[in-house]
């Protein structure tokens, strides 16, 4: 294990799987120790072909010392590996062997909506001992992953990832193929965890500004600049620091399945191309993924092939995925750390050329705070866009309005805050990015190889991204999915959706069933995303081609914020 | 939930050849040729490297210049879920944002001891149960000394008025010593500017009676867990009432500093200091007159579930 205390905030050691571990994943890995010493790679179940048995269930873990009860698939945490091939039409008999209703939702994957595993939109759900048989063609290739929709089961452990092959092949040629899996385990009960954010929404917020910040914030810029800037955001009643509303507090993290001391490891030899495949599964992180000395090339994004970027670092929402091309060159090993955004833990794996190797564990970064754009949006930046929408450019029809003045930026019991002038820099890595010396991914990086499917815009719709913190209620354009009527689209019908961030939260937005066809400022197409990262006090645009039939579900991807209300449903008729 | 997971299976199979069909088809109308495979090396072009965000060297793909994307719409479902009643989707999603929860929280359960050495028990307690918009609240405030009881219950209901602020509208009752007095109540409670928690509540009680009691509290940090909570409660009549030793107008004023150790956020012991100002005449009959200024210690633990 790492001897490297993060700084700032300290962790409680983690003790590691002792005795009763992961049921069958375990079973292939002979006895783990109670001490952290690295395990080889062992390939995890894999299954693969068009038919498949999945069997919904609870087994017994223990990631920190205590025992708890997973929801797993197949006795599997994460769930099996499903590999499907391109064109391919795939059965999934899911059973469900728990006591209460459950549901897989093939997330990121087109198919008809019935099998979309929604229940109250896609079907009844399947009931205790009952059984559903998904059947769909898949039609795309590319890393996606499945969960549960039902209730908090994606948090205690129903998540897995799917890989479907390309029919024509990897367009990227590697070596070595590695899911990495990224979850947030908690030893909580994610209905406790869910009513403490209701009664106090700091409650796993162990990052508060204190009096010593304030004096090394007053020594260092003046006691007038600390305090005009305590001013500002006392005064509005928000939080620098809100960043996480459940922290590694509540959290260990994950890499496909296993605790930082657990340290999956990826074995490689030396020169090899390793494609991993990072998939976030977790249900309320974000994490910043690098493997310190070694550049990763992107190649995909949400499963979908882009123009080849390298980064040195990622930030990857809850529901992403990214394919990445490294290539490690010496006979040394390499850390794979994926802090999640506030700083308060980590996910860490290994890539080795020999089991048991294991490569420096950097320290955290320190915690980062919220700008002022985070809350009051573009500043000099709304001039520019107001600027390019005032100029008559070819191809205007086809550039996203300027953020016209909503008819309305009330605040109320719902919303605590507005933002007048969103920013819509896709360049901006995110809090705790900005200028930290690494070239770090961002949405202005993605660039797909083909074609949007979505060739023009019919219509525009603008939806406001808001919330009340202190209430701890979230929701779209200042409505709860109870309050709100569903969003219609017309069959066939091309829409720009315009995502405006009135909070001071980063959001995943995820629709189901259709593409989020994700654009630049000026209304060029960047990337095919199923799940869409809107930052604080920022505007997103992406098209959406009408062209599945069905009820659909469009939500925030962090599970607490969907269960609060940030949750639509999109009807395609 | 469904008694028809048979049907479900037959509807599931039945999706599988008009699925595949129409897919071909779509495909057949959308893609003018077969999507070509570009296996591109993955070696990084040097210019992709570069650390400035501003300029993007790789070329915006061109509609025209790239192949078309491999995008086949989806088969219509086969089965579409029926409208439900708001509560029965609730259930079946597992989803509601309108779900009630409960909180009971006890400020402040502390003893105190005066400069003089009396010695007292004090408590404020609140709980509320509801959802986001409505909630039933029940505060209540007082303290047990050598002399007996002295408090107050209030019970309000609580609606979500701004973003930060709740108005409420309830009743208080008063008991220990002198009269039992009863007060129609109205006030807000909310979070204003600079995080102050503050609670204003205006009363009307028999014989034309009034009162406003005002308490607001702040909370500094010293460490994530080691936090001080200056508190200020006022409280105003309309007139005096010498049996429950209250003056017209500003009748006392408590100030306090509370330093408190949160072991968790649900748990967590203080230790304290409270200034006491009692404004007006004291009433000569009664045999130990409330002093008019008084500093007490407090020590006590702050929870709640």
């Keep these: 294990m790492d001897k490297q205390e993060p700084r700032g905030i300290q962790l409680p050691r983690r003790r590691f799987v002792q005795g009763l571990a992961l049921g069958g994943v375990a079973a292939g890995l002979g006895l783990w120790r109670g001490n952290a010493q690295a395990q080889p790679w062992t390939p995890r179940t894999e299954l693969r072909g068009d038919h498949f048995e999945l069997e919904i269930g609870e087994l017994p873990v223990d990631f920190t010392g205590r025992r708890r009860v997973a929801t797993v698939v197949n006795g599997q945490l994460p769930a099996p590996l499903l590999r499907w091939r391109q064109g391919d039409t795939v059965t999934l008999r899911v059973r469900n062997r728990l006591a209460v209703t459950s549901s897989i939702h093939w997330h990121g994957i087109v198919l008809p909506a019935d099998m979309d595993g929604v229940p109250g939109l896609s079907f009844d759900g399947i009931p205790p001992g009952g059984e559903y048989v998904y059947r769909f063609t898949v039609n795309q290739a590319g890393t996606y992953w499945y969960h549960s929709h039902s209730r908090f089961q994606e948090q205690t452990g129903l998540y897995g990832p799917i890989v479907v092959e390309p029919r024509d092949g990897e367009p990227h040629v590697a070596q070595r193929d590695y899911v990495v899996m990224l979850n947030d385990w908690t030893d909580h009960d994610p209905e406790t965890i869910y009513a403490n954010l209701r009664k106090q929404s700091g409650y796993y917020n162990h990052g508060k500004l204190t009096a010593g910040d304030f004096l090394r914030d007053a020594g260092r810029d003046g006691l007038a600049t600390a305090l005009a800037d305590r001013r500002m955001w006392n005064r509005m009643r928000m939080d620098p620091t809100d960043l996480a509303d459940v922290s590694g507090a509540a959290y260990t993290y994950l890499v496909n399945g296993r605790t930082p001391a657990g340290n999956w490891t990826g074995l490689f030899d030396p020169g090899e191309k390793l494609r991993l495949r990072f998939i976030n599964g977790s249900s309320m992180t974000f994490f910043d993924v690098r493997i310190p000395g070694l550049k990763m090339t992107v190649v995909a994004a949400d499963g979908q092939p882009i123009e080849p970027v390298t980064v040195d670092e990622f930030r990857i929402a809850a529901a992403e995925t990214y394919d990445v091309i490294v290539q490690p060159s010496a006979d040394r090993a390499w850390t794979i750390l994926a802090q999640s955004m506030d700083r308060s833990g980590y996910a860490r794996a290994t890539l080795a050329p020999r089991a048991g190797m294991t490569a420096d564990v950097p320290p955290l970064d320190s915690r980062p705070l919220l700008a002022m754009s985070d809350m009051m949006g573009a500043m000099d930046h709304g001039a520019t866009a107001h600027d390019m929408g005032g100029m008559a450019m070819p191809g205007m029809m086809d550039m996203p309005m300027p953020s016209a003045p909503a008819a309305s930026l009330a605040t109320g019991p719902e919303v605590d805050m507005r933002v007048a002038t969103p920013r819509s820099n896709l360049d901006d890595p995110g809090v705790g990015l900005r200028g930290n010396g690494r070239r770090v991914l961002t949405y202005a990086d993605l660039h797909a190889v083909d074609a949007p499917i979505s060739p023009r815009v019919d219509r525009e719709l603008t939806l406001r991204l808001t919330g009340n913190m202190q209430r701890y209620l979230w929701s779209f354009d200042g409505q709860r999915f109870s309050d709100a009527g569903p969003l219609r689209l017309k069959h066939g019908e091309h829409v720009r959706i315009v995502l405006v961030n009135d909070t001071m939260m980063t959001h995943p937005i995820h629709l189901h069933g259709m593409w989020s066809e994700l654009e630049s400022a000026d209304g060029r197409f960047q990337a095919r995303k199923h799940t869409v990262v809107v930052q604080p006090a920022q505007q997103v645009s992406y098209r959406v081609s009408a062209d599945a039939i069905g009820r659909w579900a469009y939500h925030c991807h962090l599970l607490f914020h969907m269960e609060a209300g940030m949750f639509r449903e999109v009807v395609v008729a | ?305």
Excluded at chain 2, 45 to 53: E, L, M, P, R
Excluded at chain 2, 60 to 87: E, F, G, T
Excluded at chain 2, 212 to 228: G, P
Excluded at chain 2, 299 to 304: I, K
């Design chain 2, 1 to 305: 939930m469904s008694g028809v997971p048979g049907v479900r299976i037959a509807f599931a199979l039945g999706v599988i050849l008009p699925a595949s069909t129409m897919a071909q088809v779509i495909d057949m109308q959308d893609m003018p040729g077969k999507p070509m495979s570009h296996r591109v090396d993955s070696t990084p072009s040097a210019a992709s490297t570069s650390v400035d965000h501003d300029h993007h060297d790789s070329p915006v793909p061109q509609l025209q210049s790239v192949p078309p994307n491999d995008h086949v719409a989806p088969a219509p479902p086969q089965y579409l879920m029926q409208d439900m009643a708001p509560a029965q989707m609730a259930s079946t999603m597992q989803m509601d944002d309108t779900a009630p929860l409960g909180m009971l929280m006890l400020d402040r359960l502390e003893r105190s001891r005066s400069t003089v050495g009396d010695l007292a028990t004090n408590w404020e307690a609140q709980a509320w149960w509801g959802n986001a918009m409505d909630r039933l609240w029940l505060k209540t405030e007082g303290e047990r000394g050598r002399d007996g009881s002295d408090g107050r219950l209030d019970v309000l209901w609580s609606h979500a008025w701004t973003s930060f602020w709740d108005w409420q509208l309830g009743a208080r009752q008063d008991f220990g010593q002198g009269p039992q007095r009863q007060w129609a109540a109205v006030g807000v409670q909310g979070l204003a500017p600079y995080w102050f928690e503050t609670q204003a509540t205006f009363y009307v009680g028999g014989q034309g009676r009034t009162a406003l009691r005002l308490e607001s509290s702040y909370e500094l940090l010293f460490t994530q867990r080691l936090i001080l909570q200056p508190r200020l409660e006022m409280n105003f009549y309309g007139k005096d009432d010498p049996h429950r030793g209250v003056t017209s107008g500003l009748s006392d004023l408590e100030a306090g500093l509370r330093l408190r150790y949160e072991i968790s956020r649900k748990f967590a012991p203080y230790l304290g200091v409270e200034w006491t100002r009692r404004f007006g005449e004291q009433d000569a009959a009664e045999a130990r007159p409330l002093p008019a200024r008084e500093t007490t210690w407090v020590a006590g633990v702050r929870l709640w579930f």
